[in-house]
Structure formats: structure tokens, C-alpha cells
């Protein structure tokens, strides 16, 4: 095998680059853990982005996948296979919408539902062609396409790429007076949020706003697209973040008053735990049905080797009752951050939900100190990744133990005091 020195050496001499990832080479993975070349192993604190919510190579999950691989991988949407319609009756009855359309990628789905409800904009609200507006948050993220950056505020995802996709208009997020403000606009067809902003460092907005949002949407016959790639399938403690307190896995009445259902639900990332690229858009038939044949597909989209792995990625967040996991182990994390902050001058702040959390750091975004923190987490056996400069964010896989988080706990504390002394 490599060792990590010559995979990252591999790395840098052929691959483009697109990233800056901590140097760390990950050759094997389990639950909660992955571990280098050398033998050495971590606990996985990103979960590739909220991909592994389900744990590296999940038994049932590669289970599933191996079968399918053996039987049939790939047939086009030119004809029928015997698994999607398995897979959208699933998953339109766990996250309760009357219709669902598969993609691949995260930012594929995104894709996906700005065309439909631009499509919806013209054909059922009769806004004038060309004309529809989405509103959008700054410091928004969803993703990699020309029309994605054309709305990011990120000089890094924007800067060169143009020239940029109209129709999109930026508010602040968390901010009702401004969507309100906004929606006055004849041609604004939709909102499209992030129900807790991941990238630009776990930013949860108040626990009403999703609530009202939907609310003004609805008084302005405008579309609430809710994109949960990051904050769904359990992460944040719920099966969705807007299923606000309900703790259920799906196929039930909502309280009314905590969920909030989108018109249109994105879905990606760990709605295939991390096993092949998978994801979704989903809403009720009066949008739905906008979209007709030959307007929009994917050669992947809806194959038998996805969508057999999404139902067995499902299977284990229910199985395992991963959402409530989720809650429990949240509440003590960001207890104990707490504490530490408390005991801490170098931890700021301490935010999140479920288990997506995020620690600030006591420093300037320009400093290397969430960084350097980071290296040393590694260096113990944990790895995170900062986000923004100065925010650590914590995303373990959500089949962790009580045991196994208060092991992390008392690493990250230790770390960062440590840490805090040497720089005194
Ligand atoms: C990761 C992410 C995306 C993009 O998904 P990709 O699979 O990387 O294209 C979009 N929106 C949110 C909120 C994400 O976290």
C-alpha cells in the first residue's frame, strides 16, 4: 500500500488543485472511525460533509450494494427498472410528498428544483417569460454549478466563472422583515434556504424562522424550497431539520406548528450513506407535473444500484433510530463545548443542532488558529475540518456511542487547552 506521504505527493502532482484538505491520507473506514496508511486510527468528525450520517462501510448498506452490483447497475431512464419505483414509493412516503425525481449530485438537485420552480413561475403562476426571481441568504451554499455560483457570495466560488445566471435576489439570512420585504415582487417565484447554513459555518437561525417563511411563501403563492443536502436525513437531531422538534423517522402526522413542509425538498449527501452519489427533489403533484418528458433527466439518475443503496441508507437511519441519536449525543456535546468555553478564553462561541455543531474560535478569521487546531486534533486522533477561517465545525457519523462521544469530548477539550497554554 502507499504510504501517506507518497498519496499525497500522487495527489499533488496529478490532481488539480481544488481543495485544501488536511494532510491526512484516510485508507479504511468503520462507524465512527477511518484510519491512515500507517496504521493510525481517527475518529471521523466531518463525515465527508454529513455524507456518512450512517457510518463508513454500514454493513446493510454495502450489503445492498453488492447485491445490486451483481444484478444490474445501470439501464438508462430509456427504459423501466424494477427498483425505482420501489425507491420513489419509499421515499415519498417517509419524507410525505406525492412525487419524487432522482439525480446524482447535490448540486445536480439543486439544479433541478430551480428548474422546476422556474418552470412552475410560468406555467402555473403565469409569470412573464424570463422574468422569475428566487430569492436566496447571503452566505448561502448549494453548491458547484455556473447558475449555483451565479448567487454565492463567496469570491472564491464566483470570482472568473462568469458571466452569471440572472434571476436571483439576495437577502440576509435569517432576517423575516427582508424575505417579507422581498416578496413584494411581482416575479418572484421562490426561496431557496438552507434550514441551518452548513458551509458558512452552522448558522441556525431562530427557531421560528423556517416556520414564518413558509408561512409568507405561502401568502405570496411563492415556492419555499427547502435544501436539507447537509442538514437532512437526521443530522440535525429530526429526519428533517424543518421537522423542527419532531424526533420520529418519517411516514407520520407532523406536529403542526414545528414541521414546516417545504414545497419543494432537496435531498443528496447522506440520503445514500455515502456509498454512491444520490439525490432528489421532491414535492406534490400541482408542481410536480410541470416537468414532462424530455424536459429534464440524467443517464444515473434513478439507476438500480442508487436507489437500492438510498433504501437501505433509509432503512438504517429508521433501524437505528438515528435522529433520536442524533438529539440525545447533541444536547451533551454542546454541554460539554459549553463548559469548555466556559473554562476557555480560545472558544468564543458554540453553536448547532443535533450533531451539527460548530465551535468558534477566539481569533481572527485570518488567523491560522483553527487550522493549527485542527493539526493538533489529528495529531490526537480526531479529525474536523475549520470552516470560514476561525470555526471548527463537528459533524461525527450519527451511529456514534455515548461512550465513543464522551472519548471525543475529552480529546477536543484537552486539545484545545493544551493548545491555549502553548500560545500564552
Ligand atoms: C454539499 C451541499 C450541496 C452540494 O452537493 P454536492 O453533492 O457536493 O454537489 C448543496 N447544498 C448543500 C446545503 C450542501 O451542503
Redesign the pocket.
Known amino acids: 500500500m502507499l504510504s501517506s506521504k507518497e498519496a499525497i505527493s500522487l495527489e499533488d502532482n496529478y490532481g488539480a488543485h481544488n481543495y485544501h484538505p488536511l494532510p491526512v491520507v484516510l485508507s479504511k473506514g468503520d462507524g465512527v472511525y477511518v484510519w491512515d496508511p500507517e496504521g493510525k486510527r481517527y475518529f471521523d468528525f466531518l463525515s465527508a460533509?454529513?455524507a456518512v450520517n450512517q457510518g463508513h462501510c454500514h454493513p446493510h448498506i454495502v450489503n445492498a450494494l453488492k447485491e445490486q452490483a451483481e444484478t444490474l447497475t445501470l439501464t438508462s431512464r430509456a427504459f423501466y427498472n424494477n427498483v425505482l419505483g420501489e425507491f420513489e414509493k419509499n421515499m415519498c412516503e417517509i419524507f410525505g410528498f406525492e412525487k419524487i425525481l432522482p439525480m446524482n449530485?447535490?448540486?445536480?438537485a439543486?439544479e433541478t428544483a430551480i428548474k422546476i420552480c422556474r418552470k412552475w413561475a410560468y406555467e402555473k403562476r403565469g409569470i412573464p417569460e424570463n422574468e422569475a426571481q428566487i430569492i436566496v441568504c447571503e452566505n448561502n451554499?448549494?453548491?458547484?454549478t455556473t447558475t449555483i455560483i451565479s448567487f454565492s457570495n463567496d469570491p472564491d466560488a464566483s470570482k472568473n466563472f462568469g458571466p452569471y445566471t440572472p434571476g436571483f435576489i439576495k437577502i440576509e439570512y435569517n432576517n423575516i422583515d427582508k424575505l417579507e420585504e422581498a416578496l413584494q415582487g411581482d416575479n418572484v417565484a421562490g426561496f431557496l434556504v438552507?434550514p441551518i447554513q452548513?458551509?458558512a459555518g452552522v448558522m441556525v437561525p431562530d427557531a421560528d424562522f423556517l416556520h414564518k417563511a413558509s408561512e409568507l411563501c405561502k401568502k405570496h403563492n411563492t415556492l419555499f424550497i427547502a435544501?436539507e443536502?447537509?442538514?437532512g436525513i437526521a443530522r440535525t437531531g429530526s429526519l428533517l431539520a424543518v421537522c423542527g422538534d419532531c424526533t420520529c423517522e418519517g411516514s407520520c402526522e407532523r406536529q403542526p406548528g414545528t414541521y414546516t413542509k417545504p414545497d419543494i425538498l432537496?435531498l443528496?449527501?447522506a440520503l445514500s450513506g455515502g456509498a454512491y452519489?444520490v439525490?432528489a427533489v421532491l414535492a406534490d403533484d400541482n408542481i410536480m407535473e410541470v416537468i414532462k418528458p424530455g424536459q429534464h433527466g440524467s443517464t444515473y439518475g434513478g439507476n438500480p444500484l442508487g436507489t437500492k443503496v438510498a433504501i437501505a441508507a433509509m432503512e438504517v437511519i429508521e433501524n437505528e433510530k438515528l435522529a433520536q441519536n442524533a438529539r440525545r449525543l447533541g444536547k451533551i456535546f454542546r454541554s460539554e463545548m459549553e463548559d469548555l468555553k466556559s473554562k476557555c478564553s480560545l472558544v468564543k462561541t458554540v453553536r448547532g443542532k443535533g450533531l451539527l455543531n460548530a465551535v468558534e474560535i477566539n481569533d481572527s478569521p485570518d488567523s491560522s488558529t483553527a487550522w493549527d487546531i485542527c493539526m493538533k486534533l489529528k495529531e490526537n486522533g480526531l479529525l474536523a475540518k475549520p470552516t470560514h477561517g476561525n470555526i471548527i465545525r463537528f459533524a461525527p457519523p450519527l451511529v456514534m456511542t455515548e461512550k465513543q462521544l464522551m472519548e471525543c469530548v475529552s480529546i477536543i477539550k484537552k486539545t484545545i487547552v493544551e493548545f491555549h497554554e502553548n500560545s500564552n
Open positions: 460533509y454529513s449530485t447535490g448540486a445536480e439543486v451554499f448549494h453548491g458547484r438552507e452548513g458551509e435544501d443536502i447537509q442538514t432537496i443528496g449527501k452519489p439525490s
